[in-house]
C-alpha cells in the first residue's frame, strides 16, 4: 500500500492557497468575486468541504501572482493529487464521510500518539477483536457488513509494519482496555499476546496507564495527535464519537492536547513494565 493520501495532499493545497491569498492581500469575497463564485462557495473552498478543481486553482495562483515555475507547478501536482482516490475508497459501503478523512490522515501520517479507554486501538486489533467490537457496537449492521469493517480495518494496519516509513506509533492504553475480556477467553487472549509482539515493533511504544493512577489527564475521553512533521506546527488532534468526529488544528487547541498526552505517558506504566502487565493478565485468562 503507497504512502499516499489526497486528503494529506488537499489539506496541505488549501493551507498554501490560504497563505498566498492573504500574502496578496486579499479577502475572501475578493477571490469569489473574481472567479465569479459565490460567497459561501468561496468559503468552502477554503474551508475544505468542497473541492477544488485544478482549472480553478491555476486560476487562484494568477490571481495571486504566482509565476509559472517551481511553486506553481507544485500546487498544481497537489490540486491534481487531491483529486485523486485513496486506497479506502473501496470500502465507501462502510466507511463514514467523516471517518474517510482521518484514515486519509492516518494514511500520510509521519506518526500518531493515542490514548485509549475501553479498547485496544485499531491499528493494534486482531480480526477476531475487530469482529466481536463490531458485533457488539454496531447492532444494526449484518453479518457482511461486519465482515467489510473488520476487512477495512485490518488493511489499515499496513501502515505499522510497512517496510519502507512505517507510522511511528505511540499508545497509551487504560488498564481497562487490557484486562476488559472482548470477544470471549481465546480472543482476548490472542489480542493480549499481538500486543506484547506488536510492542517489539522498532517504531512502536506501548505503555498502560494503571487504575491505582486514579484520576488522570484523559479523564473526559479518548484522542489521537497526529503528525505530518517532525518540527510539528501541522499537528491534528482527532476525536470520535458515535456519529461523527471533531478535528482541531489551531495550535493552542492541539498544544493542549499534546500537553494532555505528556501527563498520561508520565502517569502511565513504562514500556517494560506495561508488557509485564499485559502478559500477567493474559496469564490470568488462560
Known sequence: MARFSPTVRHRRLLQELR??????GLKQDDVAEHLGWSSSRMTKVEGG????????????????KVEPGAEHEALVQLARQSREKGWWHAYNDVIPQWFQVYVGLEAEALSLRNYESELVHGLFQTEDYARAVYQAARVTDGSEEIERRVALRMA???IITRSEDPLRFWTVLNEA???RVVGGRDVMRNQLRRLTDMATLPNVTL??????V??????????AILSF?????DDVTYLEYATGSLYLEKPDEVRSYTLMYDHLRASALDPRDSLTLIQQVAEAIS
Do not use: C, K, N, W
Open 19 to 24: 497563505r498566498l491569498r492573504l500574502g496578496a
Open 49 to 64: 468541504t468542497l473541492r477544488i478543481s485544478v482549472s480553478d486553482v491555476r486560476a487562484m495562483l494568477q490571481l495571486y
Open 156 to 158: 489499515r494496519q499496513e
Open 177 to 179: 482496555s487490557v484486562r
Open 207 to 212: 505503555q498502560v496507564l494503571p487504575y491505582g
Open 214 to 223: 486514579g484520576a488522570h489527564a484523559a479523564m473526559l475521553g479518548p484522542f
Open 229 to 233: 512533521s517532525d518540527h510539528g506546527g
